[in-house]
């Protein structure tokens, strides 16, 4: 009866030891799964719901050291009112891993408006800490991407607070965004820059990377058709003073035009402005016809594509639709001089 006791017993403690175990094995899951999931979800396709009542902070994973190879993790913050905006400030240690061509294509941190899925703006590098954001609505979304090659530290923490719309300040017409200027002040003031990437970086400065690399895109469209036909040999003329009264004369030559004048549309902006065309000009002095005027008029033009930068504003919200298009203009191949009132063959 003894040795039965003794038994029973030593089977209650083997159990009372398998159940810990296995309790400690199921805790310790779950304590892991926790901890991967603090920082965001691996599915680009799903997110991390953050409800936003007062301040906070998300950040890369092992922030401010190393972060994590072959990760993306998505966040979006909530607040519990509808009627705010969320701030988004960067923490001074801020460092990914580099552009390249000044485009983050790797490891980067952006930020989504998901009102209407505009990027605000996307970062990597160490150069510089990106500025503030705010949402225009209650809710805002953060992306964070690295690829599996070169890892950098310290990564990225973003603090994150309520404002209260009424409270912002107010933009002063000498400061309001490109998007907001009225079409023709926004039209002087696009012709004023000299590359393309300074005219991005005016429009965007947050995200002007970004532009960059989609207008350059392949998409499902024909390539542009922007080509320049071949000019039409001339036969050299031996007498000089012949030849300089011709250059003078009636003549196809280079004319700067603006492109919204000769297509009449006012409703969207080009860069650049205005393109050289060739166009009929000078005098008609040695006109060979029997008339009291002669003028100068074109008696061969042909169409050509110029490949240039749309911009047009977006339906319904702020912002700035921006594409290549072509842009056909008439040129100018051959001159005649006709009795004013009569037109080229």
């Not at 719901?49 to 979006?76: A, E, K």
Request: aromatic share 8%.
């Amino acid at each position: 009866m003894l040795l039965f006791g003794l038994l029973l017993l030593t089977s209650a403690l083997a159990g009372q030891r398998h159940g810990t175990q296995a309790e400690s094995n199921l805790s310790s899951k779950f304590q892991y799964s926790s901890n991967k999931e603090q920082n965001g979800v691996q599915d680009p396709q799903h997110e991390r719901i953050i409800t936003v009542s007062t301040n906070g902070s998300i950040h890369s994973p092992r922030f401010p050291h190393t972060y994590p190879r072959n990760m993306v993790l998505v966040w979006r913050l909530v607040a519990v009112e509808e009627n705010v905006w969320i701030q988004l400030t960067f923490d001074e240690r801020f460092g990914l891993e580099d552009p390249e061509d000044d485009i983050c294509k790797y490891d980067f941190v952006e930020v989504e408006e998901p009102s209407d899925g505009t990027i605000l703006g996307r970062w990597c590098g160490s150069g510089t800490v990106p500025g503030k954001q705010i949402s225009k609505g209650n809710q805002i979304r953060i992306r964070f991407v690295s690829d599996e090659y070169f890892p950098s530290e310290p990564g990225f923490c973003i603090h994150y607070n309520i404002v209260m719309p009424q409270f912002t300040e107010a933009a002063s017409p000498s400061v309001l965004p490109p998007s907001a200027l009225p079409l023709d002040l926004l039209n002087n003031a696009v012709t004023a820059f000299s590359t393309l990437e300074d005219l991005i970086r005016y429009l965007e400065p947050d995200r002007w990377q970004l532009d960059l690399e989609d207008l350059y895109r392949p998409t499902w469209q024909l390539l542009g058709k922007a080509f320049v036909f071949g000019r039409k040999s001339r036969v050299v003329d031996l007498n000089l003073l012949k030849e300089e009264v011709r250059l003078y004369s009636c003549t196809p030559r280079n004319f700067s035009v603006s492109i919204r004048e000769e297509l009449k549309r006012t409703d969207t902006i080009f860069w650049p402005g205005c393109l050289l065309v060739k166009r009929c000009g000078g005098n008609c002095a040695c006109c060979l016809h029997n008339c009291n005027e002669c003028q100068c008029v074109p008696s061969k033009v042909t169409k050509k594509y110029h490949e240039v930068l749309q911009l047009r504003p977006k339906s319904g919200v702020r912002g700035l639709h921006k594409s290549l298009t072509d842009v056909a203009l008439e040129h100018h191949e051959e001159c005649d001089c006709v009795c004013r009132g009569h037109t080229g063959g």
